[in-house]
């Protein structure tokens, strides 16, 4: 039985081993996995990005979150030239290991657009409306 199985089946409060858990996540061909931000006063989704092990280990070690690039094809700190940083308050893991859900403390806008998140394009009827303006 694999440990996602056993973690589905797991009655309120069991545990499981950080390790064993980290080394049966389901890495995609790349060896990444999709991380999803969400700040964790408001429930508030930031941002989508992607880890390999590396950078979730760096992540759930130090306590500032730590991403991959796939387009520079390097670990990418959150916040490391910018100052808009996210402080790790929990990670979480989904049913079948192949997402992580990092609630943080967003320090300044999450979007490099200057936006608080992200997910700032709305699809109302057959049209995409902003509805949110960059913070200045």
């Known amino acids: 039985?694999?440990?996602?199985?056993?973690?589905?089946?797991?009655?309120?409060?069991?545990?499981?081993?950080?390790?064993?858990v980290l080394e049966a996540i389901p890495w995609n061909a790349d060896g990444l996995i999709t991380a999803i931000a969400q700040q964790h006063d408001s429930g508030e989704v930031l941002m989508l990005?992607?880890?390999?092990?590396?950078?979730?280990?760096?992540?759930?070690?130090?306590g500032q979150v730590c991403y991959w690039s796939r387009s520079r094809q390097t670990l990418w700190r959150k916040g490391e030239s910018s100052g808009h940083r996210q402080r790790?308050?929990?990670?979480?893991l989904d049913c079948d290991g192949d997402a992580v859900l990092?609630?943080?403390d967003q320090q300044g806008p999450a979007c490099h657009t200057g936006r608080p998140t992200c997910f700032y394009n709305a699809v109302r009827?057959?049209?995409v409306q902003v509805i949110t303006?960059?913070?200045r």
């Open 125 to 127: 009827g057959d049209a």
């Open 1 to 20: 039985m694999t440990i996602w199985m056993q973690l589905e089946e797991a009655a309120l409060n069991e545990r499981r081993p950080l390790p064993d």
């Open 133 to 135: 303006a960059p913070a």
């Open 88 to 92: 790790l308050v929990e990670a979480r």
């Open 102 to 104: 990092l609630l943080v």
């Open 49 to 62: 990005a992607w880890m390999n092990r590396e950078a979730l280990d760096e992540t759930l070690a130090m």
